[in-house]
């Protein structure tokens, strides 16, 4: 599942994201289990407001990895 994060189209960061959920561009949404909530909160409701899958990945560090990056990523998301 993570490796379409390493070639796919994507955002990563919660403002890019939470610009693609707005407006409805990101296809599937990767969150982070340790990012803090009052971080996700947001982004969570969109998801589910407007059906578009949540993915949960276990660290932030492995969800940055993923997306090709060395720091943690609390967000991306596929375009």
């Not at 960061?13 to 990012?35: C, W, Y």
Request: a positive charge; one cysteine or more.
């Amino acid at each position: 599942m993570l490796e379409a994060l390493k070639t796919a189209n994507k955002t990563v960061g919660m403002k890019q994201s939470l610009k693609a959920v707005e407006s409805l561009k990101a296809k599937q949404v990767f969150i982070a289990k340790d990012a803090d909530e009052h971080v996700v909160a947001r982004i969570k409701e969109l998801c589910i407001k407007n059906n578009i899958p949540i993915v949960y990945v276990d660290t932030m560090k492995q969800l940055g990895k993923a997306c090709n990056i060395d720091v943690g990523a609390s967000v991306a998301c596929l375009l």
